[in-house]
C-alpha cells in the first residue's frame, strides 16, 4: 500500500487551487493525479533502480514462464499416458459380471453332472457368489496411479498459475507512472515476492512432479509383479538404473561444483549432506581431545569441519561462484579465445582488439594479459593483420574510421607487445595499410619499439616512423613529440621548421637517407631489400624544395655528394647498389634544386620513368658543384 501523503502536494493555506511545476491542481488534490506531467529531482536516482531491476524482473518472470511451459507439456504427456492404465487397472476394484456368470455356469453343470446318477436332489434356493473383495496389489495399483494422476494435474494447475502470476507481476511493476512511483510499487512487490518464498514455490513445482512420476513407477511396479514376472525383471531394472541415475544427478553439484546437472531436489540434499558432515566432523574433532589421532589428521578434521560449514552457510549456488572466482586465471584465458574464435565481423574484431589494453590494467585479475596473450600471440598477430587488410582495402569505411580502427590496432599492439613481423612490415612499407602511417600514435609506438635482437626490425620501424612524419598533416602535440625524437632535434627548431615551407620533411627526407646509408654499410646481406628503401624515399621525398630553410638544402646535397662518391666507388661494390637506390628515388629533389645548366644532370631528367636503365648506372649521377651548396652550418649538421 502507499503511505498516505506520500506524494501528495502542498496545499495553499487558502484552500485555492496549488500551483507546482508549472501544474495548477484543484484544492486537496494529490500532484500523483498528474504524474505524467511532473518531474521530481529524485526521478533519476529512481530511473536508474527501475532500469536495472526492470531487466531482472524480466529475466525471472521468463524463467518462471519457462518451466510453467515445460512442466505443461510433460504434464499433458504424463498425464494421457497414466489415465491410459489407470481406466484398466480400476476394473480390478469392482466386482465382474463375468465372475457372477461363471458362478451360475459352474452350479448348473454341477447339477446336469449330478443327473446322471440315480437320485437327484434340486435345492430350495441357488447360493449367491461369493461376496466380491479386491485384491490388496489391485487397491495399491490404483492408489498409486490415481494419486500420481492427481499430483501431476495439480502441478499443470499450479504451472498455469505461475504464469498468470508472472504476467501480473511485470504488468504492476512496470506500469507507466513516475519513477519514485514506480519504483516504490516495484520495491513492495518485490520484498512480497521474497516474504511469501514464491522462489520456492517455482522450484517446489518440478519436485512434486517428479515425485508423482515416482510414485507411478512404484504402482507399476506392483501391477507388473501380478502379471508377468519376466515383464516386472525387465522394467524394475530400467526403473533401478532411472533412479540411480536421478540419485547421481541430484548429489552431483556436491562433488562437482562446475556439474551442469541438478534436480529439484539438489538444494534439499545439499543442506541434509553439508549439515551431516559438518556435524560428523565436528564429533571427529572432539575426539582429537583424546590423542587418538595424530596432529595432521587433526588438522584435516578442522580444515573439513569449516569447509562443509561454510557451504552449509552459503548454499550450494553461492558456493559454487565462490568456487568459480577461486580459480587460476586459466579458465579467464580459456573463455576470452572461445569468445575471439567465434568473432567474425569486423566490428566485433574492432571491439575485442579496443579491449586487449584494459586486461593489463585489470585490478581484478592480475596477470591475465600475459596469460592470455603470450599463448595465443600468433593466432591474434594474424587476426590483427587481415583486420586491418579488409579496413585498409575497403571502400565502404570512412577515413576516419580507418583512422579510428588504426588507433585501436596500434594500441592493442602496444599493450600486448606483439613482435612486428615481417610481414606486418612489408604492408606498412608497401603503403598497404594507410590508415597506420596516417597516425602519429603509430609513429610513437614504433618508436618506443626496441629490437636489440633484430636489427632488420629496427631499421624497419625507423623507416615507418620516417613515413609517419611525411603523411601527417596536422602538427599537434604527439606529433611534436613523435618528429622531434626522431630528427633529434628541438621543438623551437620544428616550428621554425614548419615556419619555413616543407623544410620539415626535407628534414626527415635528410635523416631517412642517412639512416639507410649509414645503416646498410654495417649489414653485409640487408643490400637486397631494396623495396623498403624503395617505398621510404618515395613517400619522404614528395616535397617542395623550393621553400625550405637554405642549411636543409645545404645538407641534402652534402649528403647527396658523399652517397654518390661512394655508389661511384668501385671497390665499395656492395654499397653500389644501395647508393644507386637511394639516389633514384630522391633524384627528383635534386633536380628541383639545380635548375641550371652547370648543376643540372645530363643523364636523366625529371621525365624519366624510374625503370629507365640509365637511373641504375652510378655514373648517371652527378656530384653537387656549386660553391654555396657546400658549407653547411655545423648546427643543422648536427641535427641533422
Known amino acids: 500500500m502507499m503511505p498516505q501523503g506520500a506524494d501528495a502536494g502542498p496545499e495553499s493555506s487558502g484552500g485555492g487551487p496549488v500551483e507546482e511545476s508549472g501544474q495548477t491542481y484543484p484544492p486537496g488534490q494529490s500532484r500523483v493525479q498528474d504524474e505524467s506531467n511532473y518531474t521530481d529531482g529524485?526521478?533519476?536516482?529512481?530511473?536508474?533502480?527501475?532500469?536495472?531491476?526492470?531487466?531482472?524482473?524480466?529475466?525471472?518472470?521468463?524463467?518462471?514462464?519457462?518451466?510453467?511451459?515445460?512442466?505443461?507439456?510433460?504434464?499433458?504427456?504424463?498425464?494421457?499416458?497414466?489415465?491410459?492404465?489407470?481406466?484398466?487397472?480400476?476394473?480390478?476394484?469392482?466386482?465382474?459380471?463375468?465372475?457372477?456368470?461363471?458362478?451360475?455356469?459352474?452350479?448348473?453343470?454341477?447339477?446336469?453332472?449330478?443327473?446322471?446318477?440315480?437320485?437327484?436332489?434340486?435345492?430350495?434356493?441357488?447360493?449367491?457368489?461369493?461376496?466380491?473383495?479386491?485384491?490388496?496389489?489391485?487397491?495399491?495399483?490404483?492408489?498409486?496411479?490415481?494419486?500420481?494422476?492427481?499430483?501431476?494435474?495439480?502441478?499443470?494447475?499450479?504451472?498455469?498459475?505461475?504464469?498468470?502470476?508472472?504476467?501480473?507481476?511485470?504488468?504492476?511493476?512496470?506500469?507507466?507512472?513516475?519513477?519514485?512511483?514506480?519504483?516504490?510499487?516495484?520495491?513492495?512487490?518485490?520484498?512480497?515476492?521474497?516474504?511469501?518464498?514464491?522462489?520456492?514455490?517455482?522450484?517446489?513445482?518440478?519436485?512434486?512432479?517428479?515425485?508423482?512420476?515416482f510414485v507411478f513407477f512404484v504402482g507399476l511396479l506392483i501391477f507388473l509383479f501380478n502379471i508377468n514376472h519376466t515383464v516386472f525383471s525387465v522394467v524394475a531394472w530400467w526403473i533401478g538404473l532411472c533412479i540411480a541415475g536421478y540419485a547421481c544427478i541430484t548429489l552431483m553439484p556436491m562433488f562437482r561444483h562446475d556439474s551442469p546437472y541438478y534436480a529439484p531436489p539438489s538444494s534439499s540434499a545439499w543442506f541434509i549432506v553439508t549439515s551431516t558432515l559438518f556435524v560428523l566432523f565436528r564429533i571427529f574433532q572432539w575426539l582429537t581431545v583424546f590423542r587418538w589421532l595424530n596432529g595432521a589428521i587433526t588438522a584435516r578434521f578442522e580444515r573439513l569441519k569449516d569447509q562443509y560449514h561454510q557451504w552449509f552457510s552459503q548454499g550450494m549456488e553461492k558456493t559454487t561462484e565462490k568456487s568459480a572466482l577461486n580459480l587460476p586465471s586459466d579458465i579467464d584465458c580459456r573463455a576470452l579465445m572461445w569468445t575471439f574464435d567465434r568473432l567474425e565481423e569486423?566490428?566485433?574484431?574492432?571491439?575485442?582488439?579496443?579491449?586487449?589494453?584494459?586486461?593489463?590494467?585489470?585490478?581484478?585479475?592480475?596477470?591475465?594479459?600475459?596469460?592470455?596473450?603470450?599463448?595465443?600471440?600468433?593466432?591474434?598477430?594474424?587476426?590483427?593483420?587481415?583486420?586491418?587488410?579488409?579496413?585498409?582495402?575497403?571502400?565502404?569505411?570512412?577515413?576516419?574510421?580507418?583512422?579510428?580502427?588504426?588507433?585501436?590496432?596500434?594500441?592493442?599492439?602496444?599493450?600486448?607487445?606483439?613482435?612486428?613481423?615481417?610481414?606486418?612490415?612489408?604492408?606498412l612499407l608497401s603503403q598497404e595499410w594507410g590508415a597506420l602511417l596516417d597516425s602519429v600514435e603509430f609513429g610513437l609506438f614504433m618508436r618506443k619499439k626496441v629490437y636489440p635482437d633484430d636489427p632488420l626490425a629496427s631499421h624497419y620501424s625507423q623507416m615507418a616512423v620516417s613515413m609517419v612524419i611525411a603523411r601527417a598533416r596536422e602538427y599537434d602535440v604527439r606529433w611534436f613529440e613523435l618528429a622531434s625524437g626522431q630528427l633529434n632535434v628541438s621543438r623551437s627548431v620544428l616550428r621554425n621548421y614548419l615556419a619555413h615551407g616543407d623544410s620539415v620533411l626535407l628534414a626527415n627526407l635528410v635523416h631517412t637517407m642517412r639512416h639507410i646509408f649509414e645503416t646498410y654499410q654495417g649489414q653485409d646481406a640487408w643490400h637486397r631489400r631494396a623495396d623498403s628503401r624503395s617505398e621510404t624515399l618515395e613517400s619522404a621525398s614528395h616535397l617542395n624544395v623550393q621553400d625550405t630553410l637554405p642549411e636543409l638544402q645545404?645538407?641534402?646535397?652534402?649528403?647527396?655528394?658523399?652517397?654518390?662518391?661512394?655508389?661511384?666507388?668501385?671497390?665499395?661494390?656492395?654499397?653500389?647498389?644501395?647508393?644507386?637506390?637511394?639516389?633514384?628515388?630522391?633524384?627528383?629533389?635534386?633536380?628541383?634544386?639545380?635548375?641550371?645548366?652547370?648543376?643540372?644532370?645530363?643523364a636523366f631528367s625529371a621525365s624519366t620513368d624510374v625503370s629507365d636503365p640509365i637511373l641504375g648506372q652510378p655514373s648517371s649521377y652527378p656530384l653537387c658543384n656549386i660553391a654555396t651548396h657546400r658549407p653547411v652550418p655545423p648546427d643543422s649538421t648536427s641535427a641533422l
Open 346 to 427: 569486423d566490428h566485433e574484431l574492432e571491439r575485442f582488439f579496443r579491449g586487449i589494453p584494459g586486461l593489463f590494467s585489470s585490478r581484478v585479475i592480475k596477470d591475465l594479459g600475459d596469460a592470455f596473450i603470450k599463448p595465443n600471440e600468433k593466432k591474434l598477430l594474424r587476426a590483427l593483420i587481415g583486420f586491418m587488410d579488409r579496413t585498409s582495402s575497403s571502400n565502404l569505411v570512412k577515413k576516419a574510421a580507418k583512422q579510428d580502427r588504426a588507433i585501436v590496432c596500434v594500441k592493442a599492439m602496444d599493450a600486448a607487445s606483439f613482435p612486428i613481423n615481417r610481414e606486418i612490415f612489408d604492408h
Open 42 to 213: 529524485s526521478g533519476p536516482l529512481f530511473s536508474m533502480y527501475t532500469e536495472r531491476t526492470g531487466e531482472e524482473d524480466r529475466k525471472m518472470t521468463e524463467n518462471w514462464k519457462a518451466d510453467a511451459d515445460g512442466i505443461l507439456v510433460f504434464t499433458g504427456l504424463f498425464s494421457a499416458a497414466v489415465a491410459s492404465l489407470a481406466a484398466v487397472s480400476v476394473q480390478g476394484l469392482q466386482p465382474s459380471s463375468q465372475d457372477a456368470s461363471a458362478f451360475y455356469l459352474a452350479n448348473i453343470y454341477q447339477l446336469l453332472a449330478d443327473a446322471n446318477g440315480s437320485h437327484v436332489s434340486i435345492p430350495p434356493t441357488l447360493s449367491n457368489p461369493f461376496p466380491f473383495s479386491p485384491p490388496s496389489h489391485a487397491v495399491w495399483v490404483n492408489s498409486l496411479w490415481f494419486l500420481s494422476l492427481a499430483m501431476s494435474l495439480t502441478c499443470a494447475l499450479l504451472a498455469t498459475l505461475l504464469q498468470q502470476w508472472a504476467r501480473r507481476f511485470i504488468r504492476t511493476t512496470q506500469s507507466r507512472h513516475s519513477p519514485h512511483t514506480q519504483a516504490r510499487i516495484r520495491a513492495f512487490f518485490a520484498e512480497g515476492v521474497e516474504r511469501l518464498h514464491l522462489p520456492l514455490a517455482v522450484e517446489a513445482l518440478p519436485t512434486l512432479l517428479h515425485i508423482s512420476l
Open 554 to 602: 645545404h645538407g641534402f646535397c652534402a649528403l647527396w655528394n658523399e652517397i654518390t662518391a661512394m655508389a661511384q666507388n668501385r671497390r665499395a661494390s656492395r654499397m653500389q647498389q644501395v647508393g644507386v637506390n637511394i639516389l633514384r628515388n630522391v633524384r627528383n629533389v635534386y633536380i628541383t634544386l639545380h635548375q641550371g645548366p652547370d648543376a643540372a644532370p645530363t
